[in-house]
């Protein structure tokens, strides 16, 4: 499912329009998005939980050369599913 058949989805479930659906899930994407760049988690009850955490620096292998190479530190967003969610999977 892509941007546009979930704005779709949302307009036919919620009973609005696809203008006022796609602004509603962009502004989920930038609450979410400001939350997490600022270190907060966002937990969704039984949707999911949004966070970051640390990757630490580590070793890798250039695939072309085969050459050792130095993979720096860095932080990631993590997406942790909730009972719903891993219910509906099943």
């Not at 292998?61 to 993979?71: A, D, E, H, S």
Request: hydrophobic share 40%; net charge positive; glycine share 8%.
């Amino acid at each position: 499912m892509n941007k546009a058949q979930l704005v779709e989805q949302m307009a036919t479930g919620a009973g609005i329009s696809k203008a006022a659906a796609e602004r509603a899930l962009n502004a989920f994407m930038d609450a979410v998005m400001d939350a997490v760049s600022s270190g907060d988690k966002v937990t969704l009850v039984g949707f999911g939980t949004f966070y970051v955490t640390k990757r630490k620096a580590r070793t890798g292998r250039n695939p072309q050369t085969g050459k050792k190479m130095k993979i720096p530190a860095k932080k990631v967003v993590k997406f942790r599913p909730g009972s719903r969610l891993s219910e509906a999977v099943k």
